[in-house]
Nanobody, 122 residues
């Protein structure tokens, strides 16, 4: 299963970025999608997830009100819109496809992308 992230980059604090994650059509239709991040020296952490229908979503407390997740069924792509970015948002962001509950609690069996770097300068 190909999971391909894009959209990372360098942005100043308070700025915005939109990450994209493209997957195959079958994977997109049959799996929930999630975003995770890993900062240097830290463990990977959950950021957000969207159910297959897009009707159920979860966000980490640290990003609530600033990040949003959406799915484009015409492009088999899930997006992470990140607004009001802070230096502590700096991390490699990973996209994952899998069962919704697994994405929330144990994403080890999900399909993962290679990650995209997001750097927020102060």
């Amino acid at each position: 299963v190909d999971v391909v992230e894009s959209g990372g980059g360098l942005v100043q604090a308070g700025g915005s970025l939109r990450l994209s994650c493209a997957v195959s059509g079958r994977t997109f239709r049959t799996r929930s999608m999630g975003w995770f991040r890993q900062a240097p020296g830290k463990e990977r952490e959950f950021v957000s997830a969207s159910s297959k229908s897009g009707n159920t979503k979860h966000f980490a407390d640290s990003v609530k009100g600033r990040f949003s997740i959406s799915r484009d069924t015409t492009k088999n792509t899930v997006y992470l819109q990140m607004n009001d970015l802070k230096p502590e948002d700096t991390a490699v962001y990973y996209c994952a496809a899998g069962d919704y509950n697994n994405l929330l609690y144990d994403p080890s069996n999900a399909f993962w992308g290679q990650g995209t770097q997001v750097t927020v300068s102060s």
